[in-house]
């Protein structure tokens, strides 16, 4: 991430959070950032199913305010869905 600029991907990241807690089968969400690297943010959510992600994956909200959030980035975003056992 462009140094400086953590506030405003935090701040975008709280506005994609906002969006997302009212779609179908959003359970809990969290942002966490690196205590060793502070440009290392992570967001994480939690749903009740994949195909419910996959909706919210292609909600034109989400693309657009992931588009801001991408120019921002001195790399592209790292996405991995992973399940529980």
Known sequence: MEKGKEGYLIELLNTLRTE???QPGYVSGELLQSIEDKSNIFALSTWLSELDWKSWKGNPSRLE???KIESLLTEPPKLTIATSF
């Open 20 to 22: 997302l807690i009212s």
């Open 65 to 67: 305010i992931e588009s």
